[in-house]
């Protein structure tokens, strides 16, 4: 039997929040055995991992409210937690695309460095000719 300090530790999340998601209804009530101890099933430890990952990915907690509670619902409502996550996944995607772009500027302001260096030192770079990295498509 999993303890929660094994849970938290397999899903690096503390305790404390496991708890938390427990108390406001962004995980579902975990069972417990006679003694008062959470029993960890694998739906709980899949709950427990996908908010601990979409909180991580930027969703709000009212965002994860909200998913979970469409979890509870019968009927076409509960195709809009699969519109949550498409909605989350379109954001990382932006994200991946943004850090990309800097990513790739960074490379080439790091390949590009020393050659630039040494035109601003001979006066052959100059602030009024220096390129425009805003136009510049990375």
């Given amino acids: 039997m999993l303890r929660s300090k094994d849970v938290a530790e ?3 999340i503390s305790v404390s929040t496991i708890r ?3 108390k406001i209804g962004i995980i579902p009530p975990i069972e417990r055995n006679a003694k008062g101890y959470r029993i960890y099933t694998n ?10 990952s979409l909180r991580n990915a930027g969703l709000s907690i009212e965002s994860l409210l909200e998913f979970s ?11 809009k937690q699969k519109q949550v996550l498409e909605n989350q996944l379109h954001e990382i995607d932006e994200k991946i695309a943004e850090m990309q ?5 960074l490379s080439y302001k790091i390949e590009t460095y020393d050659d630039h260096l040494a035109k601003f030192q001979t006066g052959e770079l100059a602030s009024e000719t220096a390129e425009k990295l805003w136009e510049v498509n990375f």
């Fill in 10 to 12: 397999m899903l690096d």
């Fill in 20 to 22: 938390y998601y427990e």
């Fill in 43 to 52: 739906s709980t430890l899949n709950w427990i991992y996908l908010m601990k």
């Fill in 69 to 79: 509670r469409l979890s509870q619902v019968k009927g076409p409502e509960r195709k």
């Fill in 101 to 105: 772009r800097v990513r790739n500027l």
